[in-house]
């Protein structure tokens, strides 16, 4: 039923809480109070008890106006939930909630959560103010994940009352594949297969291909920084460059049908894995996912490494 009842609402970017999406129920302690009114109630009229009349109207008319108070608190307020960095399944997503309180008075003790969640996390929103807040989930599979429905309610003042509302959010996280736990080597003996050849990506000497000395006028894009970090730690000052004539030797092609795996989503974790590997070393490297899929093309940097992500989020 609640999974039901969440499916038929209306799902925005923003949501601002009006008396058509406020929902109230007594809380347990309202349930306990209205039980003792009654009993008052019924003591007062048996026992002709005019102080007892008195107590039990005036406990019942401080209940009937914190529902009130506690609409007040809540109404008006405008939600926006924003989506999350891409994160790799398995790792938590972070929700960013935005409370707007647009009004000129403060609102106090609003607690956030997951609908189907359990903690509450409590915040006072200033008047004519914005509060910021975080909430956390998991990612679960590979793709685009909808973003769960945050639940914002309210006891304010007395707590026999449960005042709150449902946000449900167009927005949606992107999902990398998990990447291989334990993957293997880079597979650097394969090059880029329009070439033709199958030059290897090392020397015998263990130094990348397609490198020479630094000389006057090469641009600084090509040195090789890692290496001229170590000549000047060690003092040599011996730089080196990449050799454009060289550089379509240079290019890794990480590619689906080399990975030795039969199922996909073990090929996607490991092609996921051998990108960042890729990407820390500092290489040039393409990636093809199979005929169905367009290839990218050899590259390096970030920018990069976040396409070819999310061309394996994608596939």
């Excluded at 038929?8 to 929902?23: G, T």
């Excluded at 926006?80 to 997503?93: I, S, Y």
């Excluded at 004519?128 to 309210?154: D, F, K």
């Excluded at 093809?288 to 994608?314: T, V």
Aim: proline share 6%.
């Amino acid at each position: 039923m609640r999974q039901w009842w969440l499916a038929q609402l209306p799902s925005a970017s923003r949501h601002a809480i009006s008396r058509r999406n406020l929902y109230l129920l007594p809380t347990r302690a309202g349930w306990m109070l209205a039980l003792t009114l009654l009993v008052l109630l019924v003591t007062s009229i048996n026992f002709q008890l005019n102080l007892g009349f008195l107590l039990t109207f005036m406990l019942t008319g401080a209940a009937l106006v914190s529902v009130g108070i506690g609409y007040r608190n809540l109404l008006g307020l405008q939600l926006e939930l924003h989506a999350p960095e891409a994160q790799f399944a398995g790792q938590p997503l972070r929700l960013d909630l935005r409370l707007d309180n647009p009004s000129r008075r403060a609102r106090y003790a609003l607690g956030t959560r997951h609908y189907q969640g359990h903690e509450l996390s409590l915040v006072d929103a200033p008047p004519q103010a914005t509060t910021p807040m975080q909430l956390s989930t998991q990612a679960q599979q590979r793709g685009y994940q909808s973003l769960p429905a945050v639940l914002v309610e309210t006891r304010f003042p007395l707590g026999v009352f449960r005042m709150w509302t449902v946000f449900r959010t167009t927005e949606k996280a992107l999902v990398y594949p998990s990447p291989e736990s334990h993957p293997p080597p880079l597979p650097l003996g394969l090059a880029d297969a329009g070439s033709g050849s199958s030059t290897s990506l090392r020397a015998s000497s263990g130094e990348f291909d397609g490198v020479r000395s630094y000389r006057r006028g090469d641009p600084l894009k090509l040195v090789v920084w890692k290496k001229a970090a170590t000549s000047l730690a060690t003092g040599s000052g011996h730089f080196v460059v990449r050799d454009n004539q060289h550089q379509a030797q240079q290019d890794l092609w990480l590619d689906a049908s080399h990975c030795g795996l039969a199922e996909r989503e073990a090929q996607l974790s490991r092609l996921t894995a051998w990108v960042l590997m890729a990407d820390q070393q500092g290489l040039r490297y393409g990636l093809r996912l199979g005929a169905a899929n367009a290839e990218q093309a050899a590259d390096s940097g970030p920018a990069h490494r976040q396409a070819c992500l999310r061309a394996l989020a994608l596939a």
